[in-house]
Nanobody, 116 residues
Framework: QVQLVESGGGLVQAGGSLRLSCAASRITFSIVAMGWYRQAPGNQRELVARITSGARTNYADSLKGRFTISRDNAKNTVSLQMNSLKPEDTAVYYC??????????WGQGTQVTVSS
């Protein structure tokens, strides 16, 4: 059974920081990219940040400079450092793993709540 286990969500005041982590296990296909997406109530799921196995990154334009994605290929983990958090960052954050010639996998989501 493939697993993507996320951790690090929680409640933080505006201006604070959180670090999300995601560990992938039991994925038999090679992972080419991992990323974070988020979904706020009433909104569609959107890309936050994505990083390839070659460390190429892309971010949602509105988040550049505040969020940083990193990855450990050997451990199949991806992290998201979130700084200067705003109430509008409140959402469920999902980890995603993209594989070569296989399906994409999603984590169960972790709640991030930023209070004003």
């Amino acid at each position: 059974q493939v697993q993507l286990v996320e951790s690090g969500g929680g409640l933080v005041q505006a201006g604070g920081s959180l670090r999300l982590s995601c560990a992938a296990s039991r994925i038999t296909f090679s992972i080419v990219a991992m990323g974070w997406y988020r979904q706020a109530p009433g909104n569609q799921r959107e890309l936050v940040a994505r990083i390839t196995s070659g460390a190429r990154t892309n971010y949602a334009d509105s988040l550049k400079g505040r969020f940083t994605i990193s990855r450990d290929n050997a451990k199949n983990t991806v992290s998201l450092q979130m700084n200067s958090l705003k109430p509008e960052d409140t959402a469920v954050y999902y980890c995603k793993a993209e594989t070569i010639m296989g399906p994409d996998y999603w984590g169960q989501g972790t709640q991030v709540t930023v209070s004003s």
